[in-house]
C-alpha cells in the first residue's frame, strides 16, 4: 500500500484508540442501534455451527460475538485495527463464555490469514474507513473459500440520517467545516446506491444483492444526544476541537432548539439509514 494510504491507515488506528474508552462506555446503546444492521448480515450469511467466521472491523465485538453463539463447532475470528476497541471485545467474549471467539489485530488490506480459511465474512461499518477499499474486498475475496458469503453494510445517504446529520448541520451553521476530498474516508463515502456493489463485482464476487435497512435510534433527550456526540462520533468531537467556548455554547443551544420540540417522554427518536450488501465467492 502507498505512503499516503498507509499514512490514512495510522491516522484510523490513533482515532479508533482514542475513542475506545468512549466506545466501551457506550457501548449496550450502540449494539442496540447497530442491531438491525447486524441482524442483517447474520441472516444473510446462513450461519451454519461449523462455520469459521472473519468479523472485519469487529470493534467492540459485533456482529462477531452473536455469530460465535450460531457457530459453537466453529471460529470467529474478530478482526480490526484498533487493539483498543478489541480490547472491549475480549472482555466481552470473555462474559460471554465464547472460547471459540478471538480478537486479532491487523491491516484488512493486508489479511494474515491464508487463501480460502473462511466460510463466511461480515463487516458492518467498515468499508467507507478503509483507505483503499478494493484492496481490502479483494484480500476479503481471497480469504474466503469458494461458495463462501460475505455480507456487509455501510451507511446511506445523509438524508436518511438526521440522527448524526442533526448535530453536523449545527456546528456547519457556526463552524467551517471542510470539504472531504473525493474518495476520502468518511461516513457517507460509500452512500451512493450501487458504489460499493461496483466495488465488489470489481473484487471478483458475483450474485451480489444491496437492499436499505432504515429505523430509528433513540437518546436520552437533548443532554443525552449531546454528551453521546461529544464522546463517540469521532467527526463531530474533530470539529468540535476547532470551537472556543462561546461558539460551543451557541453550538449546543441552536442543537437543543432543535431537538426540544422532538422529545417525547424525555426521549429523543431520530431517523438512520443504512445500505446492507450480500455477495457470494463462486
Not at 470539504?179 to 470489481?202: D, K
Not at 437492499?211 to 468531537?237: I, L, R, S
Amino acid at each position: 500500500m502507498e505512503a499516503a494510504l498507509t499514512q490514512i491507515r495510522d491516522q484510523q488506528q490513533q482515532t479508533w484508540d482514542k475513542f475506545s474508552p468512549g466506545w466501551k462506555k457506550w457501548d449496550t446503546w450502540t449494539m442496540n442501534f447497530m442491531r438491525p444492521m447486524g441482524q442483517e448480515i447474520i441472516d444473510a450469511l446462513q450461519i451454519k455451527e461449523t462455520d469459521h467466521v472473519l468479523d472485519v472491523a469487529t470493534g467492540t465485538g459485533e456482529p462477531g460475538l452473536s455469530i460465535a453463539r450460531l457457530a459453537p463447532r466453529g471460529h470467529v475470528t474478530g478482526f480490526d485495527l484498533s487493539e483498543g476497541m478489541l480490547a472491549v471485545a475480549r472482555e466481552k467474549a470473555a462474559q460471554q463464555a465464547l472460547p471459540n471467539y478471538e480478537a486479532v489485530a491487523g491491516d484488512v488490506c493486508a489479511l494474515p490469514f491464508a487463501d480460502q480459511s473462511f466460510d463466511a465474512i461480515s463487516c458492518r461499518m467498515g468499508f467507507m474507513f478503509f483507505p483503499d477499499m478494493l484492496l481490502a474486498a479483494q484480500e476479503m475475496y481471497r480469504v474466503l473459500k469458494p461458495g463462501g458469503r460475505l455480507a456487509t453494510c455501510v451507511w446511506s445517504a445523509p438524508p436518511h440520517n438526521p440522527w448524526i446529520g442533526t448535530m453536523m448541520g449545527t456546528m456547519g451553521a457556526h463552524l467551517t467545516l471542510p470539504t472531504p476530498a473525493p474518495g476520502a474516508t468518511g461516513m457517507f463515502r460509500c452512500a451512493q446506491p450501487g458504489m460499493l456493489a461496483g466495488l465488489l463485482t470489481q473484487a471478483g464476487f458475483q450474485t451480489i444483492s444491496e437492499k436499505e435497512v432504515q429505523g430509528t435510534v433513540t437518546f436520552d433527550g437533548p443532554e443525552g444526544y449531546w454528551q453521546n456526540m461529544m464522546e463517540v462520533a469521532a467527526p463531530v468531537v474533530t470539529a468540535m476541537s476547532q470551537a472556543t467556548d462561546d461558539t460551543r455554547a451557541a453550538i449546543k443551544s441552536a442543537l437543543f432548539t432543535k431537538l426540544e420540540p422532538l422529545a417525547v417522554d424525555g426521549k429523543i427518536s431520530l431517523p438512520f439509514g443504512s445500505l446492507v450488501l450480500v455477495a457470494e465467492k463462486r
